[in-house]
């Protein structure tokens, strides 16, 4: 288990973070207004955080039904 992130962390981030480039219809970061790019800045870091907080926890969980 890998405590810190991970590319696989960051990556899926990244695709929720593309996400919400998507709905805004940008695709320049340098087009972004402030709120905008921290709102991205926010989403990379918090869903990266959830993505190794996942693995973190599906590696500590037994599964129903096992012995443990």
Known sequence: ?????????????GNVAGAYLDSLGKFDLTTLSPDEFL??????VNEANKAAGDRIVAAWTVPVGSEG
């Open 39 to 44: 709102t991205f800045c926010l989403i990379v």
């Open 1 to 13: 288990m890998t405590p810190y992130l991970t590319r696989d962390d960051v990556r899926r981030a």
